[in-house]
């Protein structure tokens, strides 16, 4: 399902893309933006041949096919040119005097011979790229089953570090990219393969000096093509560049609106959108100009040599050394053979590029894991968990050698509710992710009712935990399924239920398709409060033994938050509870609370036993509410 956070993340610069095809009078597939270079370009591509090796048997009659296609449509020139002989045989004798009739029976037999050349060659093809589409899809098929189960494995870590967009760019545009050449790349290259030695072996068979005079011209084309393709990338590069800024920009200035209304910031924004786009403008026109010269450039080369053979196959036609037909027949065949010429080199790049993406692929597919689970993961316990927690001697730092938790221990009792304060960076989010094994620790033990963690299944561990966070989370969908997220086998009742508990019902009911109301876009269609409920009601229907609240009422209103708050009571009832504290009005009734500062607990008490001690905590309280007179600061 598509989420949708309730926060308004800094956009992401865009993702690699596919291999560029330049523009749209580029012309030639692979001079457009250069090609990324893969670190290990054979290691990778033995890889990425493993996922071919299910369907070796039909790429073989894939290959076979193209080549057969490919030699059957170099034969017809050949055919045509033996056609064109006949007919000037004739000519030339009617015009000598000679009576000569035309080979109508000849010519039709050549024509019919063409035909079916023609028809088998458009069969062979058509197999092969329906056979080479069903292949291209499986394996991309199963590379995105395999990304996806791999990204259900990977431990809370590798999230953190990345950017969300630089994920989804190996998930989409890198396997779209691998498709997509093994779809059209890879048998455009056997064909041109095909195409360029078996054109050769037909003009060779022809006439060998009009073949050397031929490949005179490929060096030309060569450096042409080199020089341009040279010039025209680092305008490519510089034009990529300027469109990730623009996007960029674009992005944020929209998120931002708001932002930028209020503060008058208009004219600012579109000053720097006129000054990238004005950068993308020049580099852009440079690169579409100057890989647009390739064209003509090669087609001038490529005239001046037809030019050539004209002449000098002319000259052997004068002297009898060649056919007429042959020279036609040679002619397009010199047509035949700069095409896939070019496509070669384009088609280089294209692969770079490809096998660039399956290293990133790749590189995602081997990141370490999280820990395996225990091999056997004992029953819970026949009365069910009781939700008693307990953290000893812990040791945990997100960098080996930072520890933010040394020696961190604290007990809570079934039924507790605890609040967790302090500063920011002192350990409250990472103390979470550390109970719901979001991240292992290095040291010590977390235990539930008694029992390690780590021997628990992390599925079966999670089920025990109901999560409301400051930031809602909706689901694309219905509000009925985004409350049944909590559940999967919830009933009707049973959510309409939990919707009663949460005070979400009412509202829900007023809505013109109620339970069935479809979330819009990042959920605007509801307030930020009713969002909350809906989260509320979620962990209600999830029926959880410990609950984890983060600051569920700091972006709403008064009135709401006196609702979202009594929700949130109904559900701590009888569980054990861990609050994220920022508001501390919110914790005065905690059974427990934690003051952490630095990975430690450096306080542990009730509301009044902490502000009679006048410690860190009373500190942090007065700062946020009137000291009472008399009472000197800490």
């Given amino acids: 399902m598509k989420g949708r956070r309730e926060s308004h993340a800094k956009p992401q610069a865009p993702g690699p893309r596919g291999p560029g095809f330049g523009g749209p009078r580029g012309g030639f597939p692979g001079f457009g933006m250069p090609p990324q270079k893969p670190k290990d370009f054979k290691g990778t591509v033995k890889r990425l041949t493993g996922y071919l090796k299910p369907y070796s048997g039909q790429l073989l009659a894939v290959l076979v096919m193209g080549v057969l296609g490919t030699a059957f449509s170099i034969i017809a020139p050949k055919l045509l040119g033996d056609i064109t002989t006949k007919l000037f045989e004739v000519v030339t004798a009617r015009i000598a005097g000679v009576p000569a009739e035309v080979d109508y029976r000849g010519i039709g037999n050549i024509i019919l011979i063409l035909l079916a050349l023609y028809a088998v060659s458009s069969v062979f093809t058509w197999i092969q790229q329906y ?56 048998m455009q290259l ?56 623009l996007s960029g920009h674009v992005e944020e200035m929209i998120a931002g609106h708001r932002i930028v209304k209020a503060f008058g910031r208009e004219e600012d924004a579109m000053r720097k959108f006129d000054g990238i786009n004005g950068r993308l403008y020049d580099s852009g026109w440079r690169a579409q100009f100057i890989s647009g010269i390739l064209m003509p450039l090669t087609g001038f080369i490529g005239n001046l040599g037809y030019v050539i053979i004209c002449v000098v196959g002319g000259i052997l036609v004068a002297g009898s050394r060649i056919a ?8 397009q065949y010199a047509r035949q053979f700069n095409m896939p010429i070019t496509q070669l080199a384009g ?126 989370w909706l689901f694309g969908g219905t509000i009925r399924d985004n409350i049944a997220f909590g559940r999967e086998d919830a009933t009707e009742e049973e959510i309409i239920a939990a919707a009663r508990a949460a005070y979400a019902d009412r509202f829900i009911r007023t809505l013109p398709d109620g339970y069935d109301t479809v979330l819009n876009e990042e959920a605007a269609n509801l307030s930020q409060g009713q969002k909350q409920l809906l989260t509320i009601a979620r962990a209600v229907l999830a029926d959880p033994a410990i609950l984890i609240l983060d600051e569920a009422t700091s972006n709403v209103d008064t009135r709401t938050e006196y609702q979202i708050q009594d929700a949130m009571n109904r559900l701590m009832r009888g569980r054990t509870s861990f609050v994220i504290a920022h508001r501390l009005s919110t914790i005065r009734g905690a059974d427990v609370i934690l003051v952490m500062n630095r990975g430690r607990v450096i306080e542990q008490g ?26 000197p600061a800490v």
């Fill in 131 to 186: 056979w080479m589409a069903g292949i291209a899809q499986k394996t991309v098929y199963t590379l995105r089953r395999e990304v996806n189960e791999k990204l259900s494995r990977l431990p809370l870590r590798y999230f953190d570090a990345r950017p969300h967009g630089e994920t989804l760019s190996r998930i989409t545009n890198d396997v779209d990219n691998i498709g997509n050449t093994l779809q059209q790349s890879l």
């Fill in 190 to 245: 056997v064909t041109s393969f095909v195409t360029i030695v078996g054109v050769i072996a037909m003009m060779l068979y022809i006439s060998p000096l009009l073949t050397l005079v031929c490949l005179v011209t490929l060096p030309l084309s060569a450096w042409a093509a080199a020089g341009v393709a040279k010039r025209s990338q680092v305008q490519f590069a510089g034009q990529q560049r300027s469109l990730g800024e």
């Fill in 324 to 331: 007429i037909g042959d020279v036609q027949a040679f002619i």
């Fill in 347 to 472: 088609i280089a790049n294209i692969i770079q590029s490809t096998v660039a993406s399956a290293e990133r692929v790749f590189e995602l597919l081997d990141e370490a894991e999280e820990t395996p689970d225990a091999a056997a993961d004992q029953p819970a316990a026949q009365d069910g968990p009781r939700g008693a927690v307990e953290f000893r001697n812990v040791r945990f730092g997100y960098a080996p050698d930072e520890l933010l938790f040394d020696d961190l221990s604290f007990e809570v009792k079934p039924g507790q509710t605890v609040a967790i304060v302090g500063p920011t960076g002192a350990g409250k989010t990472t103390l979470v992710n550390l109970l719901m094994r979001f991240y292992d620790i290095q040291g010590g033990s977390i235990s539930i009712d008694g029992r390690d963690i780590r021997t628990m299944e992390r599925g079966r561990l999670r089920s025990l935990f109901g999560m409301v966070l400051q930031d809602t």
């Fill in 606 to 631: 009730t509301h009044e036993e902490l502000l009679a001690k006048g410690g860190f905590y009373a500190e942090l309280y007065y700062s946020q509410f009137a000291r009472p007179e008399g009472k």
